[in-house]
């Protein structure tokens, strides 16, 4: 854990902080509040730069694979504080399981070839187009890798093919793909599954990565798959 995100860390956990589940922007007002961004030489950065930084950062995990902060719905809430409030734990259990549900039936959707998300874009922070581009091949290659069974694997792979001849050197219809690729993987999950732990890790880090480079309409009211609590 770097230097920076120890120290969110330690503030988002301590005693002195808000005892609720709160959004980036809650987040990002307590934080200048604070004189966080200003004491961490970042105060010179947007409204949006912070927030883009707090995405990504509040989606990291500890060395154990265990996620350091938990979200639920738009709202993200450090899992020291989330333990100490039974509430707060029932809560995110039945969001989990919400989630992953409705997760299903949008993986369902996609593949029947039902319209789901309207005007999805790249973030404007979300990096140049070739690395995304690359990142989401990488991803997808990585989704595949992780299913155990071969058949299912081959088929993958075939399909996988396909797109690969046709050169996916536009960001966003690599993008697309790694998406087509999590709803297939995400059914496997959810209705198969041999050695499904692998590939349920390989769709969440795919996921949050597609959750932090793409705009959904209003950014924040998209759910991300739930995190692993620790």
Known sequence: MDDLTFALSERMRSATWPDRWMTLSEIDAELDDLNFWERAGLKVWSAEGRRHWLRAVLAKKDPEGRSIWLRMGARYKHFA??????????DYLTWVAETRAARTRRAEELLAGQHVVSAVVLHPLA???????RHADGLTRELIDSVRDEHVAG????????????????AMAAVRVCRLFCALCTLYVEWRGAGREVLRKAVDRAEQWLGSRLCFGVEEDVDEPAAQAG
């Open 155 to 170: 088929r993958l792979r075939e399909i996988w093919a396909i797109y690969e001849s046709a050169g996916l050197c536009d």
């Open 81 to 90: 504080l989330v333990r100490l409030n039974r509430g707060d734990v029932d």
């Open 127 to 133: 990096g140049s187009p070739g690395d995304c581009a």
